[in-house]
């Protein structure tokens, strides 16, 4: 049955539409304002609103109104308020708040922007007594005579009979948020606390928490009420409140799984999950056969990189529940970053049935899964990445809206760069000397930083860049319209398929043009993408090239990206062998890139070159399951296990000194390393490559050919065992590779940073003017 819909007043409405939560078919909306040419359907003011009957509402909602109110009218205001509403409504009023403009006052300049509006750049001027630019206007309506505090603002609402009050203070944005219910006649704590779960069930959680709290009033030890109230706290975005309340439940009953499986997963999403995992531990112990609890626990282990605990809890949270779409999608990339690739996936594809996967994100996540699968046809992992296009980019075609970029070839372009990634992170190598060599007399950079993980690095990014905008928090369409609005010329997308990607924006097309570059190694499948930086090993022109691909590729003279060494690198180190007397082959690639066709073959090389080792560093190294795994891999090829040495992964630039014990790397095959092999060489260490069909199966091949070192890749793995198994026999040529390799590359395409980008400037000039000539 569908529940009876709710009467919402909109007081002050203006043209801005509700909060989310009343948009639903659940709110009819009733918009007032003094300002007839907004169109209200009443028109009033708020101290007089004769025109809406006693009672006659079930919420309010008032931005930024009571401000522009008299001191002496603010009280008749809320009366009327108070008498509009039905017993037990909800009221939400926004103010300004005049105790957190006290140090910008304190500081003497009035004028400095606080934030933007819709209305544009908002001063401490325009918060104290009104929007200037409207006040000069005409707009006498706009001015505020008055001003509140948390406390002022409380004791009014409650002097005109509101209880119980809620403020929540936002300094960030100058304002505060008050929630205020007209209590309901004297009701019992039963009445009160089913009318909260009626509420709750039918998704109205505002009323919910106000039932929730009326009844709390009566009984403030009531722990299902307080669970309640938590879990509508939560759901209406206030996870401390929540992570609070819950607290306090357990601690009054420590035995209600419930409680304390809410309390883990909400610890979790806090980003603290040895708090989790101690709370989702109990309510495992207290109900064994919750899935979804064993689901939460294997998130908090696997953010502690407790892999296998992890692993077990997601396989226990699929076996109780082989519907959880979650579990199975979890397990699938927990396996896959351990070269578990053949299960991983097919645990993920089948996670992605479970039709409440609607997320685009983990759907984004399949062909990136697929692109470290060596068995999976090329076609079909180019099929993955265009199905993604086909179910979330087509349908936002109706969102993308005429561009008003001037049509000048040659005019200054402004080029903006959007990643998460601009921080410590390894994109750093290659796009910070990018930004340090733009032209700005000819491009206008601009940075659109898409985390709340700012550090020292993302200062350097900030530092070259013109424009620098902090995007973490927008939704896709609000961050397309704002980089609309910012005039980009050129968008280049630095994520593709990667975690927590940005490809819908790039689906609404806020740019004339839209490029994938850097950060991944293929084809996006996305149709709104128009091109993807490349060169010439990577994509071979037709008709040798095989690379299939929805974006147009830009083939650069030499590599596609350009390299900065970690600063502050170790010093290259002697011959290892010379020490050890064996040769000491490696990879510290992630081990999502090693699967077993992988190790067969370096199996091969071990066979071919008796007593050398294997070094093996990556993250998941710190547990013995996994390395078991390999030594296992290993056994069924005749390695014995005395043969591979084992490292976890440690901090920058520390765990470059391993390469200092290897003599030969070998790279990773089908996702061949990018920035490892990179650091590789850069400590004198010739990597061996296999190279593939595939965009991530060419990387080695072109790093390597800019070094004019194309003898060091293989065209199958039996060619790179022979490249292996020769150099390994030849000592005086790794030792005069590894003297050398430093100069080699800072003297090559690779670190010719003010080159490569005078290049790349040059192509974005060149596909500007096919657009501004109509070319598309």
């Known amino acids: 049955m569908t529940p009876e819909r709710k009467t919402i007043l909109h007081v002050g409405c203006g043209r801005t539409p509700l909060p989310a939560s009343f948009t639903s078919d659940l709110w009819r909306e009733i918009r007032y304002d003094i300002d007839a040419s907004v169109e209200?359907?009443?028109?009033?003011?708020?101290?007089?609103?004769?025109?809406?009957?006693?009672?006659?509402?079930?919420?309010?909602?008032?931005?930024?109104?009571?401000?522009?109110?008299?001191?002496?009218?603010?009280?008749?205001?809320?009366?009327?308020?108070?008498?509009?509403?039905?017993?037990?409504?909800?009221?939400?009023?926004?103010?300004?708040?005049?105790?957190?403009?006290?140090?910008?006052?304190?500081?003497?300049?009035?004028?400095?922007?606080?934030?933007?509006?819709?209305?544009?750049?908002?001063?401490?001027?325009?918060?104290?007594?009104g929007h200037l630019d409207s006040l000069a206007a005409g707009q006498q309506h706009m001015a505020h005579r008055t001003g509140f505090t948390a406390s002022t603002l409380e004791r009014h609402l409650k002097a005109a009979g509101f209880d119980p009050v809620r403020i929540e203070r936002r300094p960030q944005a100058f304002e505060m948020l008050a929630t205020a219910v007209r209590p309901l006649p004297q009701e019992t704590f039963e009445e009160l606390f089913e009318q909260g779960r009626h509420h709750h069930a039918e998704g109205r959680w505002a009323e919910a928490e106000a039932q929730y709290r009326q009844a709390l009033a009566r009984s403030p030890s009531h722990w299902p009420a307080q669970y309640e109230l938590a879990v509508v706290c939560h759901l209406q975005g206030r996870l401390d409140e929540a992570i609070a309340l819950l607290q306090q439940v357990v601690t009054l009953e420590p035995h209600f799984a419930r409680g304390q499986a809410a309390l883990g997963a909400f610890l979790g999403i806090a980003g603290r999950p040895k708090d989790a995992v101690e709370h989702l531990q109990l309510a495992v112990q207290l109900e064994p056969q919750v899935a979804e609890s064993r689901y939460n626990l294997g998130k908090a282990l696997e953010e502690q990189k407790l892999l296998s605990a992890a692993e077990c809890e997601y396989r226990e949270a699929t076996r109780l529940d082989p519907g959880h779409g979650l579990a199975h999608i979890n397990l699938g990339k927990l396996l896959n970053q351990q070269g578990g690739t053949r299960e991983g996936l097919a645990l993920y594809r089948s996670g992605l049935q479970d039709s409440k996967i609607t997320n685009p994100g983990l759907?984004?996540?399949?062909?990136?899964?697929?692109?470290?699968?060596?068995?999976?046809?090329?076609?079909?992992?180019?099929?993955?990445?265009?199905?993604?296009?086909?179910?979330?980019?087509?349908?936002?075609?109706?969102?993308?809206?005429?561009?008003?970029?001037?049509?000048?070839?040659?005019?200054?372009?402004?080029?903006?760069?959007?990643?998460?990634?601009?921080?410590?992170?390894?994109?750093?190598?290659?796009?910070?000397?990018?930004?340090?060599?733009?032209?700005?007399?000819?491009?206008?950079?601009?940075?659109y930083f898409d985390s709340d993980r700012a550090d020292g690095v993302s200062a350097l990014f900030k530092s070259h860049a013109d424009r620098w905008i902090e995007c973490h928090g927008c939704s896709d369409a609000e961050l397309a319209e704002r980089i609309r609005k910012d005039g980009v010329d050129i968008l280049i997308d630095v994520g593709g398929h990667t975690d927590r990607n940005r490809l819908l924006v790039f689906a609404r097309r806020p740019a004339p043009l839209q490029v994938s570059y850097l950060g991944y190694p293929a084809t996006t499948g996305v149709s709104t993408i128009d091109y993807r930086i490349s060169d010439r090993c990577i994509d071979p022109e037709p008709p040798a090239a095989r690379i299939a691909s929805s974006e147009v590729p830009l083939r650069l003279a030499h590599g596609y990206f350009c390299y900065a060494p970690i600063p502050d690198s170790p010093a290259v180190g002697a011959l290892p062998c010379e020490r050890v007397g064996d040769i000491t082959f490696g990879s510290l690639n992630q081990g999502a890139k090693l699967n077993p066709g992988l190790f067969s073959w370096w199996a091969e090389?071990?066979?071919?070159?008796?007593?050398?080792?294997?070094?093996?560093?990556?993250?998941?190294?710190?547990?013995?399951?996994?390395?078991?795994?390999?030594?296992?891999?290993?056994?069924?090829?005749?390695?014995?296990?005395?043969?591979?040495?084992?490292?976890?992964?440690?901090?920058?630039?520390?765990?470059?000194?391993?390469?200092?014990?290897?003599?030969?790397?070998?790279?990773?095959?089908?996702y061949n390393g990018?920035?490892?092999?990179?650091?590789?060489?850069?400590?004198g260490v010739p990597v061996v490559s296999l190279c593939g069909g595939r965009h991530v199966s060419r990387l080695g091949a072109s790093i390597l050919e800019q070094l004019g070192l194309s003898e060091l890749v293989g065209s199958s793995p039996q060619a790179?065992?022979?490249?292996?198994?020769?150099?390994?026999?030849?000592?005086?040529?790794?030792?005069?590779?590894?003297?050398?390799?430093?100069?080699?590359?800072?003297?090559?395409?690779?670190?010719?940073?003010a080159g490569f980008v005078s290049e790349l400037e040059a192509r974005y000039r060149e596909i500007w003017r096919r657009w501004c000539n109509g070319v598309r």
């Open 363 to 447: 759907h984004s996540n399949l062909p990136m899964l697929m692109n470290f699968f060596a068995e999976a046809p090329d076609d079909e992992v180019y099929a993955a990445h265009r199905a993604f296009d086909q179910r979330f980019v087509a349908p936002l075609a109706p969102e993308i809206v005429p561009l008003t970029n001037s049509p000048k070839p040659e005019r200054r372009l402004r080029v903006g760069y959007l990643s998460r990634d601009l921080r410590q992170h390894s994109v750093r190598y290659f796009l910070l000397p990018i930004l340090a060599h733009h032209d700005h007399h000819e491009f206008e950079i601009a940075c």
């Open 674 to 683: 990018g920035t490892t092999s990179c650091e590789a060489l850069w400590m």
């Open 720 to 753: 790179c065992v022979d490249i292996a198994v020769k150099l390994a026999g030849d000592r005086e040529r790794l030792r005069a590779l590894r003297s050398t390799m430093r100069e080699r590359m800072s003297s090559s395409p690779l670190m010719d940073h």
């Open 605 to 670: 090389i071990l066979h071919g070159v008796p007593d050398s080792r294997l070094w093996l560093q990556n993250s998941a190294l710190h547990e013995e399951a996994p390395r078991q795994r390999l030594r296992d891999d290993f056994a069924r090829l005749g390695i014995a296990c005395e043969r591979l040495l084992f490292r976890p992964f440690g901090p920058a630039p520390a765990y470059l000194e391993s390469y200092q014990e290897i003599d030969i790397a070998l790279d990773s095959f089908p």
């Open 40 to 129: 209200p359907d009443l028109v009033g003011t708020m101290s007089h609103m004769v025109q809406v009957a006693d009672a006659s509402v079930d919420a309010i909602f008032s931005s930024h109104n009571l401000e522009h109110l008299s001191a002496h009218e603010v009280p008749r205001a809320l009366r009327e308020f108070w008498r509009v509403l039905q017993p037990g409504g909800l009221v939400w009023i926004i103010v300004p708040d005049v105790q957190s403009l006290a140090e910008k006052i304190a500081s003497g300049d009035l004028d400095d922007e606080l934030y933007r509006s819709p209305a544009g750049p908002i001063t401490v001027v325009d918060v104290l007594w």
